[in-house]
């Protein structure tokens, strides 16, 4: 089946560097892949699309200065949390669209983000 | 055991009992309905899916049913086992909304030995 490919699994960083999180599909060509932001508890929440070959589509209220989404090829998408800050320690998670099936999105295992 | 996703956010059952998980969706556009099922520090795994010209669907030990009339989504998992403890969470997509899916707040089903 589909696998999703998310690295890395955990990281930490200070305050003010700028972290970059890969997400891979790795059977399959993704055009699209999704971010989501999970804080502890909650639910998922949608921060963008992202489209290969063309700039991310972002929800509304999430800034695009501060995570940088690039969907350079078919196979990988990357979200760069720049600049970071304690309050976006949470925990990152990607989909990619398979295109076919009835599973038509499939999830990576996530990225805990924690902020100094 | 049965919960309401909203106002019961945890479920407990005990193991080899039925659980049933329950979710309540706003947009009436939605076509297609997701089940996932998230363990700690993992990404959410698929379950079960069913679009909405249908009203029943059943799996390997689970069945989601579909009530378009209320706008309500169950997911039914019968001899319920310690490996089924987790976060459940329905989802939701509309038709032509470019396949984004919109999460409900989840249920974290606990099964007692």
């Known amino acids: 089946g589909a696998v999703v490919s998310q690295h890395p699994s955990r990281v930490i960083c200070k305050s003010g560097t700028s972290v970059k999180i890969e997400c891979r599909s790795l059977d399959f060509q993704a055009t699209t892949m999704f971010w989501y932001r999970q804080f502890p508890k909650k639910s998922l929440m949608l921060m963008a699309t992202s489209n290969e070959g063309s700039k991310a589509t972002y929800e509304q209220g999430v800034e695009k200065d501060k995570f940088l989404i690039n969907h350079a090829s078919l196979t990988l998408s990357t979200l760069t949390v720049t600049s970071a800050h304690p309050e976006d320690s949470s925990f990152y998670i990607c989909s990619a669209f398979t295109g076919s099936g009835a599973n038509v999105l499939t999830f990576g295992a996530g990225s805990r983000l924690t902020v100094l | 055991g049965e919960s309401v996703g909203l106002h019961l956010p945890t479920l407990s059952v005990q193991e080899g009992d039925n659980s049933i998980i329950n979710c309540a969706y706003s947009n009436s556009a939605s076509d297609y309905f997701i089940w996932y099922k998230q363990e700690s520090g993992k990404g959410p795994q698929f379950i079960i899916d069913?679009?909405?010209?249908?009203d029943k669907r059943q799996g390997q030990r689970v069945t989601v049913l579909l009530n378009k009339t209320v706008k309500h989504l169950s997911l039914q998992i019968a001899a319920t086992q310690p490996g089924d403890s987790a976060v459940y969470f329905c989802a939701e997509n509309k038709s032509g909304g470019g396949n984004k899916l919109t999460f409900g707040t989840g249920t974290q089903l606990k099964v007692e030995l």
């Open positions: 069913i679009r909405s010209n249908m």
